[in-house]
């Protein structure tokens, strides 16, 4: 089990990479991300449980709510986890 540093820091990873393919599908760009059945690198992207995600959603919007992130990074941030829930 990651401490919960090491979770954060994984976490803040993914939003960057995220962040960074969203940038450049905005740009008009081609990315090996582009594809969302794939990850960052091209990989076929791994589905994590919805319970993890939940928890990442939830710890979100307590560190919005302490004011330790601004409402940009929130709304950023938030969207990536949506997306990544299976609601269907």
Known sequence: MRSAS???????RVRLERAA?????????????DDPASGPDG??????????????LSALHERFEAERITLED???????LLAELDVG
């Open 21 to 33: 393919i969203k940038r450049a599908r905005r740009q008009g760009g081609t990315e090996a991300g």
């Open 6 to 12: 090491g979770q954060k820091r994984e976490r803040e």
């Open 74 to 80: 929130f709304e950023s941030a938030k969207a990536d």
């Open 43 to 56: 990989a076929p992207r791994v589905v994590r449980p919805q319970t993890e995600v939940l928890s990442d």
